[in-house]
């Protein structure tokens, strides 16, 4: 196994991180500057190149692809990252003797070829995770992979204090949703990238025996916990709505048992087609709403998107120099509405397009032409952007604007959302925005509705829309019993009983 780190452990001020050698291996913090510099990724460059060859240019043009330029996004999921995987780690000490006869039994167990699976400990969990909601294009991926970039993604321990430590420690793992949205799919591919980065043969022992499914679940939970997961980043998490049978409501059941019995956070990231399934049960809604949401909109027109215009624009790689004017602002808005992605490949395209015809150069009207010739197939996509038109819009889930009436729309049924007639229109958009708050916490929009304005009329017509969420959580909370036991029974009974009691488990062979 090659590309790790060997462990280097550094002092901690919180005194849950402290003599903790998961987390004192980890990187310092860094700031938010910090944060951002490393985030941003600009391919090289030399204005030099423009006298190379057209076929070297068009080469070099290429390396747009590489551009990042940070966003709204970008730091706010770097410190949910980070939170997530300390706060996963403090209840997953290697030095404690319950975690080291783990271990051991994990060893002895796969040694003598025993099924040491069964036994797993559960306790309430210190972090959970946070769930990405975006219209596809908009830099949900690569944002979660430059986060991740600034942490080893494996650390080699060998002894802490004098005492051994032979351990790998996976610091994180991301991995696409199974396409057919299944656990034995999500089961298969979480063992096919652990045994790429640590060199382990999970997955062939896995289909060496007959393994059925409920067995496979708790080797994934026992494997996750020996090698030190800190972070499960499970991407494209629309292929749940393809599942049938309860699949979906199965595996989001199972990601809220890894947070419960290991403490494991858990990231999901989807377009907005995955809504109806993630907001379907207030269970995975609350973890998955540990760290808070994030419903990723496209860049309006407006600041964020003349900065992000204005740091890719100098890679140009025309003979002649093309000024970046209002009109080409608004053109390439206009056509890619905001879409990070198909701005650069846009960009890049009109540079080759002006390149190969011998223009060495380009306007408004080649941008429209580059984008109908050469983005033909997103051209109907674009164009029900550029309408508006619901009907239109409907047709394509996965750039399906996430507006507050979407939003509430998937998270409510039908009933619910005939009482939105009945509720009194805000005196501003304090209400609104608390009970947006308050869904995005799991709680449904008439329940959320009526907290807020119990909460609005309490803390008077000044009261700002954070002030009026916390009050209505408050209230929330004060109502609400929180037994564990109701979601997932983890005290006193083995992994296997607990997935068996919550529907995760079958019979179905690997």
Same mark, same amino acid.
């Given at each position: 196994m090659?590309?790790?780190?060997r462990?280097?452990?550094?002092?901690?001020t919180?005194?849950?991180?402290?003599?903790?050698?998961?987390?004192?291996?980890?990187?310092?913090?860094?700031?938010?500057?910090?944060?951002? #510099?490393?985030?941003?990724?600009i =391919?090289?460059?030399?204005?030099?190149? *423009?006298?190379l060859?057209?076929r070297?240019?068009?080469?070099?043009?290429?390396?747009?692809?590489?551009?990042?330029?940070?966003?709204?996004?970008?730091?706010?999921?770097?410190?949910?990252?980070?939170?997530?995987?300390?706060?996963?780690?403090v209840?997953?000490?290697?030095?404690?003797?319950? $975690?080291?006869?783990?271990?051991?039994?994990?060893?002895?167990?796969?040694?003598?070829?025993?099924?040491i699976?069964?036994?797993?400990?559960? $306790?309430?969990?210190?972090?959970?995770?946070? #769930?990405?909601?975006?219209v596809?294009?908009?830099?949900?991926?690569?944002?979660?992979e430059?986060?991740?970039?600034?942490?080893?993604?494996?650390?080699?321990?060998?002894?802490?204090?004098?005492?051994?430590?032979?351990?790998?420690?996976?610091?994180?793992?991301?991995?696409?949703?199974?396409?057919?949205?299944?656990l034995k799919g999500?089961? *298969?591919?979480?063992?096919?990238?652990?045994?790429?980065i640590?060199?382990?043969?999970?997955?062939?022992?896995?289909?060496g025996r007959s393994?059925?499914l409920d067995?496979?679940?708790?080797?994934?939970?026992?494997?996750?916990?020996?090698?030190?997961?800190?972070?499960?980043?499970?991407?494209?998490?629309?292929?749940?709505?393809?599942?049938?049978?309860?699949?979906?409501?199965?595996?989001?059941?199972?990601?809220?048992?890894?947070v419960?019995?290991?403490?494991?956070?858990?990231?999901?990231?989807? #377009?907005?087609?995955?809504?109806?399934?993630?907001?379907?049960?207030?269970?995975?809604?609350?973890?998955?709403?540990?760290?808070?949401?994030?419903?990723?909109e496209?860049m309006?027109?407006?600041?964020?998107?003349?900065?992000?215009?204005?740091?890719?624009?100098?890679?140009? $790689?025309? *003979?002649?120099?093309? =000024?970046?004017?209002?009109?080409?602002?608004?053109?390439?808005?206009?056509?890619?509405?905001?879409?990070?992605?198909?701005?650069?490949?846009?960009?890049?395209?009109?540079?080759?397009?002006?390149?190969?015809?011998?223009?060495?150069?380009?306007?408004?009207?080649?941008?429209?032409?580059?984008?109908?010739?050469?983005?033909?197939?997103?051209?109907?996509?674009?164009?029900?952007?550029?309408?508006?038109?619901?009907?239109?819009?409907?047709k394509?889930?996965?750039?399906?604007?996430?507006?507050?009436?979407?939003?509430?729309?998937?998270?409510?049924?039908?009933?619910?959302?005939?009482?939105?007639?009945?509720?009194?229109?805000?005196?501003?958009?304090?209400?609104?925005?608390?009970?947006?708050?308050?869904?995005?916490?799991?709680?449904?929009?008439?329940?959320?509705?009526?907290?807020?304005?119990?909460?609005?009329e309490?803390?008077?017509?000044?009261?700002?829309?954070?002030?009026?969420?916390?009050?209505?959580?408050?209230?929330?909370?004060?109502?609400?019993?929180?037994?564990?036991?109701?979601?997932?029974?983890?005290?006193?009974?083995?992994? $296997?009983?607990?997935?068996?009691?919550?529907?995760?488990?079958?019979?179905?062979?690997?």
């Amino acid at each position: 196994m090659k590309g790790y780190e060997r462990a280097v452990y550094k002092e901690q001020t919180l005194i849950e991180f402290k003599r903790n050698p998961l987390i004192e291996s980890l990187p310092e913090l860094m700031d938010s500057g910090e944060i951002l #510099t490393k985030l941003t990724k600009i =391919p090289p460059y030399d204005k030099a190149q *423009r006298l190379l060859s057209a076929r070297e240019r068009i080469q070099h043009a290429e390396r747009l692809r590489q551009f990042h330029q940070p966003g709204m996004y970008d730091l706010d999921i770097a410190y949910k990252v980070a939170r997530c995987i300390r706060w996963g780690y403090v209840n997953r000490n290697p030095r404690e003797a319950q $975690y080291r006869r783990e271990l051991a039994e994990a060893y002895n167990g796969n040694r003598m070829g025993e099924d040491i699976y069964r036994y797993l400990t559960g $306790y309430h969990p210190n972090t959970s995770g946070f #769930t990405i909601v975006g219209v596809s294009g908009v830099g949900k991926s690569s944002t979660i992979e430059g986060v991740l970039s600034l942490y080893p993604q494996v650390i080699e321990h060998v002894s802490y204090e004098g005492e051994p430590l032979p351990l790998k420690q996976l610091v994180w793992m991301k991995i696409d949703c199974a396409c057919d949205g299944t656990l034995k799919g999500l089961c *298969r591919d979480f063992f096919e990238e652990m045994d790429r980065i640590l060199g382990t043969n999970y997955l062939q022992a896995a289909r060496g025996r007959s393994n059925t499914l409920d067995t496979l679940l708790l080797m994934l939970v026992q494997a996750a916990r020996v090698h030190g997961l800190g972070l499960f980043v499970i991407d494209e998490i629309q292929c749940l709505s393809v599942s049938k049978s309860g699949g979906a409501e199965k595996m989001l059941n199972f990601f809220v048992t890894l947070v419960n019995k290991i403490g494991l956070p858990v990231v999901l990231i989807g #377009t907005p087609k995955a809504l109806p399934v993630l907001q379907g049960d207030f269970r995975q809604a609350r973890r998955g709403s540990g760290q808070g949401d994030i419903l990723w909109e496209m860049m309006p027109d407006g600041e964020g998107w003349n900065v992000f215009l204005e740091a890719m624009w100098p890679y140009q $790689y025309t *003979r002649n120099e093309v =000024p970046l004017t209002d009109e080409l602002r608004r053109t390439f808005y206009e056509e890619t509405h905001g879409l990070a992605f198909l701005a650069v490949i846009l960009y890049k395209l009109v540079q080759e397009d002006a390149i190969i015809l011998g223009k060495e150069t380009f306007g408004v009207l080649d941008v429209h032409r580059v984008a109908d010739e050469s983005l033909g197939l997103t051209k109907p996509m674009r164009d029900a952007l550029r309408t508006g038109k619901e009907l239109d819009l409907q047709k394509f889930t996965d750039i399906h604007p996430l507006h507050y009436r979407q939003f509430l729309d998937n998270y409510s049924i039908q009933a619910e959302k005939e009482t939105l007639r009945t509720v009194p229109d805000p005196k501003t958009g304090v209400f609104e925005k608390a009970v947006l708050t308050l869904m995005g916490l799991g709680i449904s929009y008439s329940e959320a509705s009526a907290l807020a304005l119990k909460a609005q009329e309490k803390l008077g017509d000044g009261a700002k829309a954070e002030q009026v969420a916390k009050q209505a959580y408050a209230s929330f909370l004060t109502s609400v019993k929180h037994d564990e036991k109701d979601e997932l029974d983890l005290r006193g009974c083995d992994g $296997y009983e607990d997935l068996l009691k919550n529907g995760v488990i079958d019979t179905n062979d690997f």
